[in-house]
């Protein structure tokens, strides 16, 4: 069925009784060409731009809960793409650009918002760093502009400009970020994958990889054996412990997430605003709640809930920057398991197993990257090798010298 | 996470006093090693979902560098032990 305000209409006068389930729930056929273990935004994705871009149909996802129950559904929906690097840069602004395009092509309100991104800077080094970083950007062919204090005083006059140790000084806009409906960017990828024909099976928990003369012939799944030509890993969280059905060692820790959402406030956020004091973002969802979140908890956890010290922790980052953040209460916090790789950046590549494809190492900043996740991963399926934008994000990077490292902040995954 | 951790010079102490450094279970390869080994120490992880070794500093009490047993899923705690104990205990 296609959604539009006709068949809203129609569905009104026929008092909504008519409308179908947005997918299928077919049970696993005994063989596939391709199969995507894991249902999340990339996975889902992934199987999308197989079957459209790519024209292969014969294709299952595989998730162990329910489509999106992972960290698609657990983030704070932040898209941009204001990255510094040359490895890095053009994959985000080709995920960007696929964003904006988004809601047209899987014919599905994501509630892409471009309300912009506003990182802020608190001394004359920060800023220094910023104007490289939009430098950068720029080189790559994408918008930013440096705001001084007073733009950026009638922009947000709530900040807390004159705060004692960190005075905010001014900050980084890119006007073509913002942020998105997370739930609605897995729905609107399952029922365009589903459309085309791909199973997405649900509650079907891979428990090993089949490998017959070094080559994947299968998953052993809850469901039974199901099997495949290609394999694909799109896992994030517990990418190491899928991989390791395979024999696969990766340089990734997982690590827990926290995020938080406050009560339904009238509209008084209109941008997503970063803490450049500390590591804090936050943005105001369509219903009115704040959305925030900060660092990691800073130590190896698959359970999915965090730590007190570290929601304190940012709770006194928010507050630092607008003060009457403190008279807001606080309606839910949540964790995610985070693929944490060794500088910060992603993973999607071949593996040593010739069959065998990874997609993994999102740390946390996975769900801006998803149409461009799945559009590469896809392509990379597909046609063998690399998309020319996903070229430096290998697996062997590490080893040949060769690690995209954001942030600088060289090996320990709990930094990044 | 546990809120209380065992120390083995410090007693019972809460768990804001330690940093933890992270896995303990790679082993700095010798200053000729291969650039394999090198690798396989500075990035590789087995990253297991269960019990985990961890290096802990207790930062704010006796400064020693310990290892944590604990579960990574259920936060449970085993065992805190001095991080040189444990080594001449393995050598």
């Known amino acids: 069925m296609r959604y539009s305000a006709f068949s809203i209409l129609k569905q009104a006068f026929a008092g909504n009784l008519g409308w179908k389930p947005a997918w299928r729930e077919p049970q696993p056929k005994p063989h596939y060409d391709v199969i995507i273990v894991g249902g999340g935004g990339h996975g889902l994705a992934t199987a999308y731009y197989l079957a459209k871009e790519f024209g292969i149909r014969n294709v299952a996802v595989v998730e162990k809960g329910y489509l999106g129950s992972g960290n698609v559904g657990r983030n704070t929906t932040i898209v941009r793409s204001n990255y510094m690097l040359p490895g890095n840069e053009p994959f985000y602004e080709l995920s960007l650009k696929l964003w904006e395009g988004l809601e047209r092509e899987l014919n599905y309100n994501v509630m892409f918002s471009q309300r912009g991104v506003i990182n802020l800077y608190h001394n004359d080094g920060q800023r220094d760093r910023y104007v490289r970083r939009g430098n950068a950007m720029m080189m790559e062919g994408v918008a930013a502009e440096l705001l001084d204090r007073e733009t950026l005083k009638k922009m947000m006059p709530f900040l807390n400009f004159d705060h004692a140790r960190f005075p905010i000084m001014g900050g980084l806009l890119q006007r073509r970020a913002g942020t998105a409906r997370h739930d609605a960017v897995a729905w609107g990828f399952a029922r365009g994958a589903d459309r085309l024909g791909v199973d997405l099976i649900q509650n079907c928990e891979v428990t090993g990889i089949r490998r017959e003369n070094g080559i994947v012939t299968g998953v052993e799944t809850t469901k039974g054996f199901i099997g495949c030509n290609k394999l694909a890993l799109a896992a994030a969280g517990n990418s190491s412990r899928v991989g390791e059905m395979a024999g696969l060692k990766l340089p990734i820790e997982t690590h827990v997430l926290q995020a938080f959402v406050t009560e339904g406030l009238k509209p008084c956020l209109d941008h997503v605003v970063t803490y450049g004091a500390g590591h804090f973002y936050i943005s105001q969802s369509d219903k009115g709640g704040l959305v925030f979140g900060a660092e990691l908890d800073g130590y190896s956890s698959y359970a999915q809930r965090g730590n007190l010290a570290t929601v304190e922790h940012v709770m006194e980052e928010g507050v630092a920057m607008i003060s009457g953040l403190s008279r807001v209460r606080v309606l839910r916090a949540w964790g995610g398991v985070m693929d944490m790789s060794m500088d910060g950046s992603p993973i999607i590549d071949r593996t040593p197993v010739e069959n065998l494809y990874l997609n993994c190492g999102w740390c946390y900043g996975g769900f801006k990257a998803t149409p461009a996740s799945g559009f590469c991963f896809a392509h990379l399926i597909a046609k063998e090798e690399s998309h020319h934008v996903a070229r430096a994000l290998r697996l062997d990077r590490f080893q040949r010298g060769f690690p995209i490292d954001e942030l600088g902040a060289g090996t320990q995954p709990n930094l990044h | ?91």
């Open chain 2, 1 to 91: 996470m546990a809120s209380l951790i065992s120390c083995p010079h410090c007693g019972t102490r809460p768990k804001e006093e330690f940093y933890i450094r992270g896995d303990a279970t790679p082993v700095r390869p010798g200053p000729l090693a291969d650039d394999e080994a090198w690798h396989d120490y500075v990035h590789v992880r087995a990253n297991p979902r269960g019990r985990i070794h961890e290096h802990w500093h207790h930062t704010a009490g006796c400064r020693r560098w310990l290892v944590v047993e604990r579960d990574n899923f259920t936060h449970e705690v085993f065992a805190v032990t001095d991080a040189a104990a444990q080594k001449e205990g393995a050598a």
